[in-house]
């Protein structure tokens, strides 16, 4: 008696596929811990709300110098002696980006992925892809970035250049000398700190728990340097040490999640979406209050809006040609830039350092 054999190919050989999609991990989004509320200027990201509420497509707004004069003594007469107000005024415009993910019917028949419920999470990790994105661009002065406005890159007081690399006026001509043994150590956070706090105007630590701390995202590579002590100089401290510190702090405050440590009151993040000027040159990133701005609009319906985190966005879902075709499109009206006041940066500062995938 013969067996029915079914040989593989045929016709008759059915191909099964898991129902598991699988997509790119979302990386966790850095702006849901850096954006404060409205009106919080101690947050890293300052959010405006101006434009939910009215129309317009830029936003103004200001920043109002401290008092620098030497003010009266003893019985001097203070009448005509009074120190003028001084102000600096930065702008944001916003603009929409959106995306979408479209199929037919027969499509939806011919797999067992849930093809709506795909595309909504997809879309959604696009966005939180793409705001860490032009966050991180505008801060590190990616003047490639023109959403909105064009990116400006820091000035000579709002940079540092690690290794043995010799500052100047130009991030763009210092750059261009860094090289294989230049990478950043544990003393460069000292000093981007050190030259954050006596620059002028000097930049402001964010509040967490009472207490203050600067913020700092480095390359990927970077932070691998960094945790290998590669050219690190002898008596700091051990990463072990950072690291415990961490998570101990994290219980606290959101703006710890997912933290790889706090070294000097400054907590440390890696990112593999700091951007890159040149090859093997990365513009980590030192940041206190205010460093950048983020504006968004709201002119959509309020059955269309969804929430990404608590930011609005629209939410379509089309169906066409008799509803055979369907799609979801997803979109945000939104600004964002660093902070810049009178050609200078503000809240941000810039740590260009030598980085390279490990072997």
Same mark, same amino acid.
């Given at each position: ?25 979302? *990386? ?78 027969? %499509? ?90 006596? /620059? ?33 100089? %002898?008596?700091?401290? *051990? ?27 400054? /907590? ?64 945000? /009206? ?26």
């Amino acid at each position: 008696m013969g067996d029915t054999i079914f040989a593989s190919g045929s016709a008759q050989a059915v191909d099964l596929y898991s129902k598991m999609t699988f997509m790119e991990t979302s *990386k966790r989004a850095f702006i849901s811990s850096f954006l404060g509320k409205a009106g919080d200027m101690e947050a890293v990201l300052v959010r405006i709300d101006d434009l939910e509420k009215h129309a317009g497509e830029q936003i103004f707004y200001d920043l109002l110098m401290e008092p620098t004069g030497a003010g009266v003594t003893g019985d001097n007469e203070m009448r005509n002696n009074e120190e003028p107000m001084v102000y600096h005024q930065d702008s944001v415009f916003i603009d929409q980006l959106r995306n979408a993910h479209a199929w037919g019917r027969m %499509s939806q028949q011919r797999t067992l992925h849930n093809l709506r419920k795909d595309a909504a999470k997809n879309l959604g990790k696009w966005f939180a892809k793409r705001y860490d994105e032009y966050m991180f661009r505008n801060l590190c002065g990616d003047t490639t970035m023109t959403h909105g406005q064009t990116a400006v890159v820091p000035d000579t007081d709002h940079f540092i250049v690690t290794g043995d690399v010799t500052h100047n006026d130009s991030i763009v001509t210092a750059e261009a000398s860094i090289s294989a043994d230049d990478q950043i150590e544990l003393a460069d956070l000292d000093f981007a700190k050190e030259k954050g706090k006596t /620059i002028t105007p000097m930049m402001v630590p964010t509040i967490v728990n009472g207490k203050e701390y600067f913020v700092a995202v480095l390359h990927t590579y970077c932070m691998t340097d960094l945790r290998l002590g590669i050219g690190t100089t %002898s008596g700091y401290v *051990k990463w072990q040490d950072i690291q415990q510190y961490a998570n101990r702090r994290g219980l606290k405050n959101p703006i710890f999640t997912n933290a790889d440590g706090v070294y000097n009151g400054i /907590i440390l993040y890696d990112s593999s979406r700091i951007f890159s000027p040149v090859s093997t040159v990365y513009r980590n990133l030192f940041l206190g209050a205010q460093a950048g701005v983020f504006a968004i609009g709201s002119a959509y319906d309020r059955i269309d809006q969804k929430k990404f985190g608590k930011l609005p966005m629209s939410w379509e879902e089309d169906a066409r040609d008799f509803k055979n075709n369907k799609a979801i499109a997803v979109g945000s /009206i939104f600004g964002m830039k660093a902070s810049r006041f009178n050609d200078k940066f503000f809240g941000a500062m810039v740590m260009s350092s030598y980085g390279a995938l490990h072997n």
